[in-house]
């Protein structure tokens, strides 16, 4: 039975943001991946197809954005989880929300980008995202991050 992530409480560690509702209406996806490195690459893609299916490929660089930051959070889960990740899609009221659940309970640090091959994942995340956070869940944490979908300022954005 698939759970929404919406329904826990957020995470007391008030460095990762509240954890608000997630939007509701437009669409929703839920997919689970095994812990093989070609997962990564079929979250992209899954990605850039349903928002093709939603018609927000066209938005601006969204889907792009979407398809860059799902890999990085899908790419952490299965370097530090080692284990299978759920990645879930849901888009309304101009706003796409992202998140990947792993069996990790450490939650993600941002890094400063420096110069080594590792590291720049959410770094990533929160230059390019307008909102993201970390929850634990269970077992694991659930990392999500917001995007505009409107294509205009402001798009998207909720009051805290």
């Known amino acids: 039975m698939l759970q929404l992530s919406g329904r826990h409480l957020p995470d007391p560690d008030a460095r990762y943001g509240p954890f608000p509702q997630p939007p509701l209406g437009a669409g929703h996806l839920s997919v689970e991946?095994?812990?093989?490195?070609?997962a990564v690459r079929e979250a992209r893609a899954q990605v850039r197809r349903q928002l093709e299916g939603w018609g927000l490929a066209e938005r601006g660089e969204v889907a792009d954005v979407a398809e860059l930051l799902v890999g990085e959070l899908a790419?952490?889960?299965l370097v530090h989880a080692e284990s299978r990740f759920r990645l879930t899609l849901f888009a309304a009221h101009g706003v796409l929300r992202c998140e990947v659940a792993d069996t990790e309970r450490r939650v993600p640090r941002v890094l400063d980008a420096g110069t080594g091959e590792s590291?720049?994942?959410?770094?990533?995340?929160?230059?390019?995202?307008q909102r993201w956070g970390c929850h634990r869940d269970g077992p694991g944490k659930t990392v999500w991050f917001e995007l505009g979908t409107c294509g205009s300022d402001g798009c998207g954005r909720r009051q805290p």
Not at 33 to 38: F, L, Q, R, T
Not at 119 to 129: E, K
Request: zero cysteines; a negative charge; hydrophobic letters at 45%.
């Open 33 to 38: 991946y095994a812990p093989e490195p070609s």
């Open 75 to 77: 790419t952490n889960a």
């Open 119 to 129: 590291g720049r994942g959410m770094f990533l995340v929160d230059a390019l995202a």
